[in-house]
Nanobody, 123 residues
Framework: QVQLVESGGGFVQTGDSLRLSCAGS????????MSWFRQAPGKEREFVAS???????VYTGSVKGRFTISRDNTKNTVYLQMNSLKPEDTAVYYC?????????????????WGQGTQVTVSS
């Protein structure tokens, strides 16, 4: 069993930065693929970024070069550094953990979810 708690969301201006954190519980945290998804009002939940236990990363195209996912297995925490934020990044951001993962971008492949943290980017 893994419990996930996100933090770090907020209201920022275009071009600003935010760092989201996701604190997980459980001794096997390092075994899980950890990902960030986001959901804007009226839209489906979409994949943002993922990181394997050994540090391999995948990003969706719209955030490449702006967002960086990282993890600290000693702290059971995964991060999402978001730079050059745009209004279209506005959404609730969710942390997810899963193992095994067939399709890293598929929400249904993940076993555990956090409660979400709101990110609002004003123009």
């Amino acid at each position: 069993q893994v419990q996930l708690v996100e933090s770090g969301g907020g209201f920022v201006q275009t071009g600003d930065s935010l760092r989201l954190s996701c604190a997980g519980s459980g001794r096997t945290f390092s075994n899980y693929v950890m990902s960030w998804f986001r959901q804007a009002p009226g839209k489906e939940r979409e994949f943002v970024a993922s990181i394997t236990g050994s540090g391999g990363t995948v990003y969706t195209g719209s955030v490449k070069g702006r967002f960086t996912i990282s993890r600290d297995n000693t702290k059971n925490t995964v991060y999402l550094q978001m730079n050059s934020l745009k209004p279209e990044d506005t959404a609730v951001y969710y942390c997810a953990a899963g193992w095994p993962i067939r399709i890293v971008t598929a929400p249904n492949d993940y076993n555990y979810w956090g409660q979400g943290t709101q990110v609002t980017v004003s123009s």
